[in-house]
């Protein structure tokens, strides 16, 4: 019921969001998130919640040889990524949900979340499919909004369709789920970039 919910929802946007004031968040997130990324040379990645795939073109400024997935849940927000990267065969976008990932183990070198991961009910179980999908040097990239512990139920969108996690929130996530802190950045505020690899 609220992945149909979010899927409506991101079908809806799809038409302006590159105009809204979310993605001009998204984009200078993007900017700064590049500032820590290291990926081996023909990297493999993917982007979850991709939505219409600005990320990538910031990434493929920096990293040219790299090919990559789109996974959205959102054919609306598919439907503007392809069109976006039409001319860029090294790239493809699929439609799924995180916590079931339609990807054989070891397949990513980088993993990438941007404000995404908030929207997710389950996020033990999005880490562990993360976790599967890396190759044994690879990171997850997970960049969002974070908010101190004890203001997270007087947010007006703590309504348990949107979450937000601490530093420390984070760390126990990657811990249970087997993948280990590799540090903290905030990019913009309170966008937090969290870095994850295997132990």
């Known amino acids: ?79 503007k990524a392809r069109t976006r990267h039409q001319n860029r065969p090294n790239l493809q976008f699929v439609e799924g949900n995180a916590e079931d990932l339609p990807f054989p183990e070891n397949t990513f070198d980088g993993v990438f979340s941007t404000i995404s991961f908030l929207h997710y009910p389950h996020p033990q179980q999005v880490l562990e499919e993360i976790g599967r999908v890396l190759t044994p040097q690879g990171r997850f990239y997970w960049v969002d909004i974070t908010v101190r512990e004890e203001l997270q139920g007087l947010l007006p969108l703590s309504n348990r369709r949107v979450f937000f996690y601490s530093p420390r929130q984070r760390d126990n996530l990657a811990k249970a789920s087997g993948l280990r802190c590799l540090g903290h950045h905030y990019l913009l505020g309170f966008v937090l970039l969290t870095i994850l690899g295997h132990e």
């Not at 302006?16 to 968040?25: A, E, F, H």
């Not at 990645?45 to 795939?53: E, H, P, Q, R």
């Not at 990559?68 to 959102?74: E, N």
Request: hydrophobic share 45%; proline share 5%.
């Open 1 to 79: 019921m609220i992945f149909s919910q979010k899927r409506q929802l991101f079908d809806r946007w799809s038409v302006t969001y590159d105009w809204m004031l979310p993605s001009v968040l998204y984009q200078a997130a993007h900017k700064r998130l590049l500032e820590f990324v290291e990926l081996p040379d023909e990297a493999h990645v993917l982007d979850l919640g991709c939505g219409t795939a600005r990320l990538f073109d910031r990434l493929l400024g920096q990293f040219p040889d790299v090919s990559g997935v789109g996974l959205d849940l959102s054919p609306g927000m598919l439907a």
